[in-house]
């Protein structure tokens, strides 16, 4: 069976959760994934933000 690979299209500023959690889900079912993203090259860095609510939970 041949491998599956997937292209995970990415913005030039991403949240964190939502594009690394699912690269690592794919990563551990085989899938090769193959992260694109407007205007960057081969080895370029990506922007992300990763947000922690959890301080404003506990004030509401």
């Known amino acids: 069976m041949a ?4 292209l995970m ?5 991403m ?3 939502e594009t690394i959690v699912p690269l690592y889900v794919l ?3 085989s899938v090769s ?4 993203s407007p205007g960057r090259k081969t080895g370029d860095k990506c922007v ?3 947000h922690d609510l959890l ?3 506990a004030s509401l």
């Open 15 to 17: 949240e964190a959760y």
């Open 9 to 13: 299209l990415c913005g030039e500023f």
């Open 3 to 6: 491998q599956k690979s997937v």
């Open 48 to 50: 992300m933000a990763a």
């Open 33 to 36: 994934v193959h992260c694109v």
């Open 55 to 57: 301080v404003l939970e």
């Open 27 to 29: 990563q551990a079912f």
